[in-house]
């Protein structure tokens, strides 16, 4: 069972969406020394992607990005199998699971993020989708969560 509440630790307090939107800014921030596509730097994983209007138009974006995107996720990403809403705490946040299967020698890992959106829809108008994993689930080899 993905959702097996006896299983997922629950940190004493997680951070407040004004917490969570400033830290997100930040690294949005940051982005502009980054190279377009994915890199490895000092333990984290850093990827970029430009896009221009005639790629998709914002709301198409939104949708995929700003709407339940761990579910979009899983049609994308073939490594994700089965993907769980665990708990819906705001309209603006909601607990998700995520279980990846990988190649050998890697086993699967069960990903729990708590997902915070945010919509500015004034001019220009600006979505912001993070992900930020404050819970850990035990695997049956280990404990794997991304900070």
Same mark, same amino acid.
């Given at each position: ?24 800014? &930040? ?5 502009? #020394?980054?190279?377009?596509?994915? $890199?490895?730097? %000092?333990?984290?994983?850093? /990827?970029? !992607? ?20 761990? &579910? ?5 990403? #073939?490594?994700?199998?089965?993907? $769980?809403?665990? %708990?819906?705490?705001?309209? /603006?946040? !909601? ?27 004034? #001019? ?14 035990? !695997? ?8």
């Amino acid at each position: 069972m993905l959702n097996d509440a006896s299983t997922i630790l629950i940190p004493p307090e997680i951070l407040s969406e004004e917490t969570i939107l400033a830290l997100g800014r &930040e690294v949005l921030e940051s982005t502009e #020394s980054w190279k377009v596509g994915k $890199t490895y730097a %000092k333990g984290t994983v850093q /990827t970029l !992607s430009h896009h221009t209007n005639g790629d998709a138009t914002f709301d198409k974006f939104w949708s995929k990005l700003g709407v339940n995107k761990a &579910e979009n996720e899983n049609e994308f990403i #073939s490594a994700i199998k089965k993907v $769980t809403l665990v %708990k819906r705490i705001l309209d /603006t946040q !909601s607990i998700w699971t995520m279980y990846y299967t990988f190649p050998p020698p890697v086993s699967p890992r069960v990903f729990t993020v708590l997902q915070t959106i945010y919509l500015d829809e004034s #001019s220009p108008r600006t979505g912001y989708d993070l992900l930020d994993p404050p819970l850990r689930r035990p !695997s049956s080899n280990a404990k794997y969560s991304v900070w």
